[in-house]
């Protein structure tokens, strides 16, 4: 369990390419009280080579346009290592795609690199704190985004019982317990997943689970 952030080291990650930009927040943190950040690299590679010879930080500032690997797969990579790890990523990027690519990757925070450093600060200490802490430009963007109002979205040709069969599948229900749900026979959840696959292109319960929870069913 996490002790009071106002009693605790909090140790600090960064991954960022910009030197100027790297070191500048580097010193800030560390003249900060209950703040420590030694671990400050220009690559993703850089840093998990560091990794092998210490712990992981409590929480990484990770920015996304990097030399070689991206910070999107770096954050892939780190969770996958380290699934403890708290990422927030710190980048110029503000467009939907991004941003959902990197909380998909793991990424527990978001923020725009004008963020002045004292809610850098704030930041970090939020999500140390079990919190998810974003630019409000960029929390705007992600309600818009579970809300389904961008453009691009399609519009389902399911049934309502299709629709239906989907709401088991994503409450992680077996085809039985679907069934029973909906008074069914076993045969007729398959007819539908059958048709489902069909309709929305996919292979998979997996991918019609990714569908729906991005909203695009």
């Known amino acids: 369990m996490r002790n009071s952030v106002h009693s605790t080291m909090i140790t600090v990650g960064i991954v960022e390419d910009d030197d100027e930009i790297r070191e500048g927040i580097q010193r800030y ?6 703040f420590e950040c030694s671990l400050a690299s220009y690559s993703v590679e850089d840093f998990m ?18 030399p070689g690997m991206s910070g999107i797969d770096g954050t892939k990579l780190i969770k996958g290592k380290y699934p403890e790890a708290n990422i927030i990523m710190l980048t110029i990027y503000h467009d939907p795609d991004k941003i959902f690519e990197s909380l998909c990757a793991g990424a527990s925070g978001y923020l725009l690199k004008n963020t002045p450093l004292s809610q850098i600060k704030e930041a970090i200490e939020l999500l140390y704190s079990g919190g998810a ?3 409000p430009q960029i929390a705007r963007k992600v309600i818009d985004y579970f809300q389904g109002l961008r453009p691009t979205k399609p ?6 019982k299709e629709r239906e069969v989907v709401v088991g599948l994503v409450d992680g229900l077996s085809y039985k317990m679907i069934a029973d749900r909906m008074n069914v026979s076993i045969e007729t959840i398959r007819f539908h997943i059958k048709n489902i696959y069909q309709k929305l292109h996919v292979h998979s319960k997996a991918e019609v689970i990714t569908k729906s929870l991005r909203g695009e069913i």
């Open 29 to 34: 943190l560390n003249s900060q009280a209950n």
């Open 133 to 135: 802490p974003m630019s």
């Open 155 to 160: 519009e389902s040709t399911l049934t309502d």
């Open 49 to 66: 080579e560091s990794l092998n010879h210490t712990e992981p930080p409590d929480v990484i500032l990770m920015d996304i346009g990097l």
